[in-house]
């Protein structure tokens, strides 16, 4: 807990880096040279030491630490690394561009890099997928709509759409280009994505592709000026403050690129602003430097603030009126995209990032609540009025199904993910386990019943998305352990009888995971199949989980809790935290993971705080600070 402490910055929050593959330093350094600005010697040094050391022995990059080598991550990697200067023939070049060819050259990579490749005249760009601006003009009603894909989907789509229509390419000497990892000459390439066997309606939206790509120069030019427009003002409006539009790299990437093609000078305040957001998630470790997809203080603000109260801090600590400061203070009070579905909905949620106002989230809203809650807020009758309304946000934002997205309601439009452009699977914010879990959670600390309709809707949806495993899927963590630990910390709460089969199920798979070190262990392989699923190196962050879990179905005396105890106390560092190398974060399962260096410092924290209190008590502060009675806090109105 000194640890954590310490790691707390003057104004209250916590903030520790967020790692994702060499995909986003990559497109860094690719950024910087579309919008012709000069890297310094040593950041680029440090960014291509970063990449460099990242390296499979293959020759590739992967997607995670000790992942499969993926051929986009690498086209990427020995693009960005060509740019800083490395000689193609130099041996770390000369085996990641063999690997590719072997795989069937860069033709083989995603939509994403393929608009790289094209925006520096590598790859032509009629090979990308369809994307007309005139999408921005488009009814609600018809099958693709702005507000029918995420909030992460729509601010790189919007950027992009501008992209697609003015087609820059940015000029690079014959040297610098990455021709030659192709297996037959790039301008000739046409249609890449190609129909599939038995996929009717994929191959419906490939020939609706292709047949877009033959009319768009037929397609009137005012129409296509009044999208364009339309987009540049989406764009502005959502860019305004400091956290850059969307808060993640690829949005703002794309944003100022769209500015600098329509013309913007580097001197304009959108302009500068955008490019401030891209460089202030540059960070540097030693002699590396890397660029983060985001931030994420809110986040980490919660879950330390979690930890260290139920580790034992006092509710008085300055540490803790601090860090519920910082946190109100990032309460949203702006309407945003969500409204479109919700709009006599009162805002009250909480973002990610430092700012990312039209875009608050469910999954951050109830963690804020719920530590809150456990710095006794409620009991000391603070900002009730407040907290009322982050509360009734989440109850707004409930899907249809019962479960809770992220960032959208009912956003279940599932065959889009089968146009071209949706080749990473990732265009929508479904419904999902782990944070339908966290809000009732929430929901069942402020004093709601099970028969509370909301969490009775939801603990149905839980029910029906249990696998047959007897674990739960983690959309935004790795993976069956954090979906697990998720779902099994809210039937607790709702007041679920532990002793039932799907419960007693979920908690005997758990324990059969356990590794012989004590610990637990999850790969992101297992998104590409549960089969993967087989025990590898234990982490600090997954076990914490795991006995997490355990603890809520009970199992604080079984000898599974007990060498789970015994692993985080064997492992801890001389600093007080612990080390973590391994990716437990997820982005988008299958094509981006994340490493939060945060999750191997507060959660074995939380963990052994839990056990504690539980073995010496009876309870976690989580139980004792659950409200007997629930506020009086009126449902919100839904559309």
């Excluded at 000739?188 to 768009?216: A, E, Q, Y």
């Excluded at 034992?312 to 109100?328: C, F, I, N, T, Y």
């Excluded at 419904?431 to 966290?438: P, Q, W």
């Amino acid at each position: 807990m000194d640890h954590l402490l310490s790691l707390q910055g003057a104004e209250g929050y916590w903030v520790f880096d967020l790692e994702a593959d060499v995909t986003i330093p990559s497109e860094y350094i690719l950024l910087q040279r579309f919008l012709g600005r000069a890297i310094k010697p040593e950041l680029g040094e440090s960014i291509g030491r970063y990449i460099r050391r990242r390296q499979n022995p293959d020759g590739a990059w992967p997607l995670y630490a000790d992942g499969f080598s993926d051929i986009s991550t690498t086209v990427k990697a020995y693009f960005a690394l060509k740019l800083l200067g490395d000689p193609p023939d130099a041996p770390h070049m000369a085996k990641a561009r063999q690997l590719v060819l072997s795989l069937g050259g860069a033709s083989r990579v995603n939509v994403f890099t393929r608009i790289a490749l094209a925006l520096f005249g590598q790859i032509p760009w009629r090979t990308t997928p369809a994307m007309p601006a005139e999408i921005m003009l488009l009814p609600k009603w018809f099958f693709f709509h702005l507000q029918k894909v995420s909030y992460w989907s729509r601010t790189v789509i919007v950027p992009l759409l501008i992209l697609y229509a003015k087609k820059p390419v940015c000029p690079l000497e014959a040297e610098e280009g990455v021709r030659e990892l192709f297996l037959s000459p790039p301008d000739s390439l046409h249609d890449i994505d190609g129909f599939v066997p038995g996929r009717l309606r994929k191959n419906l939206f490939v020939l609706l592709d292709r047949m877009l790509k033959r009319i768009d120069r037929f397609l009137p030019t005012t129409k296509r000026e009044k999208a364009i427009r339309l987009a540049e003002r989406w764009i502005i409006e959502r860019m305004q403050g400091e956290g850059g539009i969307g808060g993640i790299f690829p949005a703002m990437a794309n944003a100022v690129m769209a500015l600098k093609v329509l013309g913007y000078p580097d001197q304009h305040p959108d302009f500068v602003r955008g490019i401030k957001a891209v460089d202030d998630l540059l960070r540097s470790r030693g002699d590396e430097s890397f660029c983060q997809p985001c931030l994420s203080p809110v986040w980490d603000t919660c879950l330390c603030l979690s930890a260290v109260l139920e580790a034992g801090l006092s509710q008085e600590h300055p540490a803790v009126d601090d860090a519920v400061r910082w946190l109100l203070e990032q309460q949203i009070h702006a309407r945003g995209d969500w409204a479109d579905r919700a709009p006599t909905l009162e805002p009250g949620g909480f973002a990610f990032q430092f700012e990312n106002a039209f875009y608050p989230d469910v999954d951050d809203t109830a963690k804020a609540l719920i530590a809150l809650f456990r710095s006794g807020i409620f009991r000391k009758g603070r900002k009730t009025e407040q907290i009322a309304k982050a509360v009734n946000w989440v109850l707004g934002m409930q899907c249809l199904d019962g479960g809770w997205g992220a960032f959208d309601i009912d956003n279940h439009y599932l065959y889009l993910n089968d146009i071209p452009f949706a080749d990473h699977g990732a265009l929508l914010d479904p419904s999902t386990s782990d944070v339908t879990g966290r809000s009732v959670e929430m929901l069942s600390m402020l004093g709601y019943q099970g028969d509370f309709p909301p969490i009775a809707r939801a603990v149905k949806f839980l029910r029906r998305e249990q696998e047959a495993s007897g674990a739960w899927y983690g959309r935004w963590g790795v993976n069956y352990i954090y979906g697990t630990w998720s779902v099994l910390m809210a039937l607790r709460q709702a007041g679920e009888d532990m002793s039932q089969a799907y419960i007693r199920k979920a908690v005997d798979w758990l324990a059969s995971r356990q590794n012989p070190d004590g610990g637990w262990g999850e790969s992101c392989r297992t998104y590409h199949a549960p089969s993967l699923a087989e025990n590898v190196d234990s982490t600090a962050s997954q076990t914490a989980w795991a006995l997490l879990a355990l603890l809520a179905g009970g199992g604080e005396n079984s000898p599974e809790v007990q060498r789970g105890i015994g692993y985080l106390l064997g492992t801890q560092n001389e600093k007080g935290g612990w080390d973590e190398a391994l990716y437990t974060g997820t982005g988008f399962p299958r094509v981006f993971y994340l490493r939060y260096h945060g999750y191997s410092q507060y959660f074995p924290l939380w963990a052994l705080g839990a056990y504690r209190r539980i073995r010496e008590g009876g309870n976690t502060l989580q139980d004792e600070e659950k409200l007997a009675k629930p506020p009086n806090l009126p449902l919100p109105a839904r559309k």
